[in-house]
Structure formats: structure tokens, C-alpha cells
């Protein structure tokens, strides 16, 4: 994708008769880039603690974003019409039974078929051609003051007791709370997956004529929730920032496909009569309503492609639990590291300013947020962005070797480079930097000139004489044309994972990509085994070499003998250091901070090989202060001890704060007022006309327009 203000994009032909006629239409128009940068841009400054403000601004970017990216497509006369998301994922839902037009007369009368629909962004779907989930649907929230977001809720009052027993699929109305809520309260009351109907009506289904009734609630549905405008595409069920819990999978359906389900399953439980049939599909007595749902997934003989977006910031905890499992899969499969790179020339407006300080690298064109939210002090978003550029110069030299050992050193440099330069929460300047890297380099193997080198290779100046970096360029790039909106994200045979990248979820996915009797062993345990014992069985299959066939438990290694995995079993030093083999007295020892062997000290936040030397503070004053030489409450105290010592009382650094704070607010506020003026219009326009904004219940002013309910 070009580097454009404005966007000139394609969007193929949909389905747009809901009497199920098809019209081939094609539409052509402009979308501002600026946009969705605008809108991520003031997402990633949002703190993390804020989560539900920070979701909201993402999903409004990920609606101008999906709008950029996808497409769908029904081709004239065709029976079916699939959705792909941005990374390509394709999925189906159809009604197979009951059969027939039932009693009315119109073409939208047979609710067998496909339907159209939207993906949630969250939730673990069976991946596979061969793997679908089929069952009943039960519509569970028909009641006025049923919303589906109540835990004590009893779905069971609508279910026959012999049908509970089956295969459930939840058919809720949207409305009242999140998404995510819905889903996961479904999900503990026993469904296999949910079924949302929108309450908005999509513009083609308020100009398609089919029944009074429904022209009526169509009406009311876009004067309640939309202020009297019609959606004019399915919005997409956003993640709230807690769906990594949901295993079950769940879809969005129109106003008027939601309503014919809901038709066909009221007149067949006689609790609607024919004649208050809001559409006027009736169907027969007692008949259930069989659905089936599914995920395609490319189907590789022999090999898998897949790519893990990461960021030197993010998933120290993934990549070191998935590295031996990846290794193991090297033979049939292609992995390739992607970074995540902010563009600071359009979304974030930095390039050639100085407005983005330390968070930008080049001038302002490669971002990154900071990782602490201090821009003063720490670790800066620059350093991550030339972390991110030396770890894609790691791959060039560890692809070289892929064939014989699967980008080995690689993962081995970027598990030791979260060990020992990262640190165990947020990045500490002392070790997050180049010389750290240095080292690290040194202790994988790795050549420090070759890496060197190569970022030096990648520096040039583009057409506008700007001077860029072609590896930075290449990832900001790409992770636009893929529509990448958040880490971690894992695309397999160019689909991208919903729900939790966890190794189970990842390892499952990435086995889903192989034809049928060509996956590796490996794959054999996600088939064979329960969840919590499934990356256990994946480290016993890799212990294949004759010299090491022993795995253990207490590591997840192989051995020459099963006396090597036990020998820890002395009540004086009873834990194994997975980081270096070794048996130590407490867990402490093994702390991710510090080198192997050495004692982390939680109250100076050092290292030290002699436990002696950490001094002891107490609970209330947990942390020592090295200048005064005491322990206190607050680290903040420290700074405070600091600059006393030296003469400034703590009247004038807070009078010196508020004035440097003034400067730069007002600065700030200014900069932000511009961009925000200009940006004003074509946010509102986008929101207006593809997630308009209201007022929900105790969620939140634009909640719901923005697709998180």
C-alpha cells in the first residue's frame, strides 16, 4: 500500500438483496489514511490502566481500518458469500435446516444458507476445512429485561431439557453491555458459540421492501440507537481488552437475519403466532433450527507459513515458551519475525518536527509509545524502534542457517535479550540498549559487525531527500497492508489467529494449516491431549535424539538420564533454573532480571551473587534509597531525598515541575488542537456513517457504535 493522504480502495461485490437475489455492485471511494492514524495514535497514548478507554479508541481505528482492508465478495447467482477479515481468514455460517419457505411466500421465507455476518475479534474458532461446530440455535433473550449480560440469567426456560444436552449456539440480541460479556456469560452457561443480532438496521434492509412489521422496527431501531441513520455495513464485535478468555466463537448477523431466525424459532415453539411473525417467516411445529459454522484455513502440503508481529517491548513470556515447540517445527514449516513499527509520517504526524521527541527515530518517522509513558526519563519509544531494527538484522543472519536448524539463533538471541536486557516488567535504561545487545550477540553467537552492518546497509534517502531505513520502512509498510492492530498477533497460511496467542492456541492453529496425513508428530498432541498437557507432550516428541531422551517436567528439557531432571530433589536447594540447569535454594535466584545464579534484591531492584548484600527494608518502606541510604515507602521518595541533598528544597522542584509541565502542556495542547481540527471532520464522517455514536447504559458514550457492543 502506497504512502497516500487519501486512499483510493475497491470494494468488491456484496450481497445486497435480503430476499436473497443477488445484485453484483461495485464501489469505489476514498478513505483518508490519516484517519485510522489519527485514531491509533491517540489509542497508543491512552494509558494501559485505562483499558476501556483505550479499547474504544482502538476499535473506532480498527472500523477505518477494516474499511481500508477488506473486502467481500458474492458473485451473481452464487448461493454463498464469505467474509475474509484483513489477514484473509474466510468463514462460514449457514442454517441447514428447516427446509423450505416454511408458510410465506417471499424469497427471504427459506432461512437455510449462508448468511452474512461479521467475525468476532475475539473467542479460539476451530481452524480447518474439516472442522466445523454444528447445533441448535436457541434464541435465550427474548424477554424485555433479558440483555444476555446478566450472569444470573436462566437461558434454560427457552430449551427443552432433551435439547440442552446437545450442541448449543446462543442467538442474543445486541445492546446493554460489551460483546465480550455476552460471549463469555454464554459461554459459561454452556454454549458452543453465540450468534448476535444487530438492533440497528442496515440501510439496504430499510430500503428492501418485505413486510410492514419489519419496516416498522427498522425504523425504531435507527431512531433508538443510531440517531435516525441506518448502518450502511455489519459492524465487527470488538474485543474490550479481557476477551483472551473466551475459548468459544461467536458472529454478528444483520437486524433482519437475526429477526427471520427469531421468527422461525418463536412460531416453532408456538410462543409467536403466524400473523405476529415480524418478517412473516413461520416455520413448522417443533422444528429446530440446525446451523453450522466454519473457519477455513489454507490447507499447505508439507509446509506452513507463519509469522509471529512482535515488538523488542512485548511477548518475552510467548516467545520463551514457544522457542523449543517452533524449533521443533522448523522441518515443516516457514517462520518469519515481523516488528512492529508505528508510522510516524502519517499517524503519527511527527516527521520532520520535533513534536514526538524521544518516541521517534529518523526525524520522526519510525515510532514507538514509551514503553514506562514517561517521555523524560527511561526507556524511550526511539530506543525500542532501534532494539526492533537490530533484532530484524538478527534474522538475517539467523534465516541464513534455517534449513539445518530453523532460525535457531534467533529465538535464542531474543530470549536471552529479555533475560538479560529487557528485565522482568518495565525496560530499565541500564540494560535496555545497544551495549546489552552487544553481549547478548557475543553469548548467542551472533556477529555484532554483521548486524551493524546491516542497519548501516538499510540507511538511505528517498525521492523527498528524507533519510529512511528500508527495514523500518518495509515493517511499517506491511503491517499497514495487513491491517496489524495489536501485539501479539500471529498470521498462519495467511490467516490471522483470533482470541489468545498462547503456545496451545498458536501450536493448534499452526497444525490446522497441514493437509490431512501430512502434519508433523507434533500435531499429534494437540489431537490426543487436553489443553494443560498438550506443550508437554510437544517437548517429550522433540526428545528424539538418541543421546537425550529424557524430558523433564521440572523444565520442559531433555536429558541423558531421568538423574539429571531429579537431581534437585534435596531439601536444600530443591528448584531448577530452567535458564541454566543449575539447582538453587529459592526461585528468587532464578529471577528473570538478574544473570543465572545471582539474587535478585527487590529493595534496590540490583542484582548481587552474595544475598548478604541486599539490604533488608520492611514492608511499609520496601525501598532503599542508595543516595540517603534508608529505606522508603515510596520510590518517588528517592528523587525527593536526592534533590535535597544537593539544596533545592522540595517547594522549588515542585515549582520548576509546574513550569516545565506548563510549557510543554500548553506546546502539546497546541499541536494536538491542530491535528485534532483537522481530524475533526473525518472521524466524524466515518463514525457517522459506519458506527455512528450513542449513549449505552453504564458502558460509556459510543460503546456500542464503536463495536464493542
Not at 232 to 260: A, E, H, K
Not at 403 to 426: N, P, R
Request: aromatic content about 8%.
Amino acid at each position: 500500500m502506497g504512502r497516500t493522504n487519501a486512499v483510493a480502495f475497491e470494494m468488491e461485490t456484496v450481497d445486497l438483496d435480503t430476499k436473497r437475489q443477488r445484485y453484483d455492485v461495485r464501489f469505489v471511494g476514498l478513505l483518508p489514511l490519516r484517519t485510522f492514524a489519527f485514531l491509533f495514535f491517540l489509542g497508543s497514548n491512552i494509558s494501559q490502566k485505562n483499558k476501556r478507554k483505550r479499547s474504544m479508541v482502538f476499535a473506532a481505528a480498527a472500523a477505518a481500518f477494516l474499511l481500508l482492508a477488506s473486502s467481500a465478495q458474492v458473485h451473481a447467482g452464487g448461493a454463498k458469500r464469505s467474509l475474509d477479515n484483513v489477514a484473509g481468514e474466510s468463514s462460514g455460517l449457514k442454517v441447514n435446516l428447516p427446509v423450505g419457505k416454511q408458510t410465506c411466500q417471499g424469497d427471504w421465507c427459506d432461512i437455510t444458507g449462508e448468511y452474512v455476518h461479521s467475525d468476532a475479534l475475539f473467542g479460539i474458532p476451530p481452524y480447518g476445512g474439516d472442522k466445523h461446530l454444528t447445533g441448535q440455535i436457541h434464541y435465550v433473550t427474548r424477554g424485555e429485561d433479558e440483555t444476555g449480560c446478566d450472569a444470573n440469567y436462566d437461558p434454560f426456560k427457552y430449551i427443552k431439557p432433551n435439547e440442552s444436552k446437545g450442541s448449543m449456539i446462543f442467538l442474543i440480541d445486541r445492546g446493554v453491555c460489551n460483546f465480550v460479556e455476552k460471549v463469555r456469560i454464554a459461554e459459561e452457561k454452556g454454549a458452543m458459540a453465540v450468534i448476535v443480532a444487530d438492533n440497528t438496521c442496515l440501510c439496504k434492509e430499510k430500503f428492501t421492501k418485505t413486510t410492514d412489521k419489519f419496516a416498522a422496527l427498522c425504523d425504531a431501531s435507527i431512531t433508538k440507537y443510531n440517531e435516525g441513520t441506518c448502518e450502511t455495513i455489519l459492524p465487527f464485535m470488538s474485543d474490550d481488552g479481557s476477551g483472551g478468555d473466551i475459548n468459544i466463537p461467536s458472529y454478528l448477523v444483520s437486524l433482519f437475519d437475526g429477526q427471520r431466525l427469531k421468527d422461525c424459532i418463536q412460531t416453532a415453539d408456538g410462543t409467536v403466532s403466524a400473523e405476529e411473525s415480524t418478517t412473516g417467516v413461520v416455520c413448522a411445529s417443533n422444528a429446530p433450527v440446525i446451523s453450522s459454522l466454519h473457519w477455513d484455513m489454507p490447507s499447505n502440503n508439507g509446509n506452513v507459513e507463519w509469522s509471529l508481529w512482535t515488538n523488542a517491548d512485548a511477548q518475552q513470556v510467548f516467545k520463551r515458551k514457544f522457542k523449543d515447540t517452533a524449533l521443533a517445527l522448523a522441518g515443516s514449516t516457514t517462520f518469519t519475525p515481523r516488528y512492529f513499527v508505528h508510522d510516524g509520517v502519517y499517524a503519527w504526524r511527527c516527521a520532520g518536527t520535533d513534536a514526538c521527541g524521544s518516541l521517534c527515530t529518523h526525524n520522526g518517522r519510525y515510532c514507538n509509545p514509551d514503553p514506562d509513558s514517561d517521555t523524560m526519563v527511561g526507556v524511550s519509544g526511539a530506543d525500542v524502534v532501534m532494539e526492533n531494527l537490530r533484532q530484524m538484522c538478527v534474522w538475517k543472519q539467523a534465516n541464513k542457517t534455517y534449513a539445518s536448524d530453523g532460525g535457531k539463533k534467533w529465538w535464542e538471541y531474543a530470549e536471552a535479550f529479555d533475560i538479560q536486557c529487557h528485565g522482568k516488567d518495565v525496560a530499565s535504561p541500564d540494560t535496555f540498549n545497544e551495549e546489552c545487545s552487544r553481549r547478548v550477540h557475543g553469548t548467542v553467537g551472533l556477529s555484532w559487525e554483521a548486524t551493524q552492518k546491516c542497519i548501516s546497509d538499510a540507511e538511505t534517502t528517498n525521492a523527498n531527500g528524507d533519510k529512511i531505513n528500508t527495514l523500518l520502512e518495509e515493517a511499517v509498510e506491511l503491517r499497514s497492508k495487513l491491517a496489524i492492530l495489536d501485539l501479539p498477533t500471529v498470521v498462519v497460511n495467511g490467516v490471522l489467529e483470533r482470541g489468545t496467542v498462547s503456545p496451545v492456541a498458536v501450536l493448534s492453529t499452526i497444525c490446522s494449516g497441514f493437509k490431512t496425513d501430512t502434519e508433523p508428530d507434533l500435531c499429534s498432541c494437540v489431537e490426543n491431549h487436553a489443553t494443560e498437557d498438550v506443550m508437554k507432550c510437544s517437548q517429550q516428541i522433540k526428545c528424539t535424539e538418541s543421546t537425550k531422551p529424557f524430558f523433564c517436567n521440572l523444565n520442559n528439557r531433555c536429558y541423558a538420564s531421568a538423574a539429571e531432571c531429579t537431581k534437585c530433589s534435596s531439601t536444600t536447594k530443591p528448584y531448577l533454573c530452567p535458564k541454566d540447569n543449575k539447582c538453587y535454594e529459592t526461585t528468587d535466584v532464578c529471577s528473570d532480571n538478574c544473570e543465572p545464579g545471582e539474587f535478585y534484591c527487590k529493595s534496590d531492584r540490583k542484582c548481587y551473587s552474595d544475598r548478604s548484600n541486599c539490604p533488608v527494608c520492611s514492608a511499609t518502606e520496601p525501598f532503599y534509597c542508595q543516595e540517603g541510604g534508608k529505606c522508603v515507602g515510596r520510590l518517588e521518595d528517592c528523587v525527593q531525598d536526592v534533590v535535597e541533598s544537593h539544596g533545592m528544597s522540595g517547594g522549588t522542584v515542585v515549582v520548576i515541575v509546574l513550569i516545565v509541565a506548563g510549557v510543554l502542556g500548553g506546546g502539546f495542547f497546541l499541536y494536538w488542537k491542530r491535528a485534532r481540527d483537522q481530524m475533526r471532520s473525518e472521524v466524524r464522517n466515518i463514525l457517522a456513517e459506519y458506527m455512528p455514536m450513542d449513549d449505552v447504559g453504564n458502558v460509556g458514550a459510543g460503546s456500542e457504535r464503536l463495536g464493542l457492543i
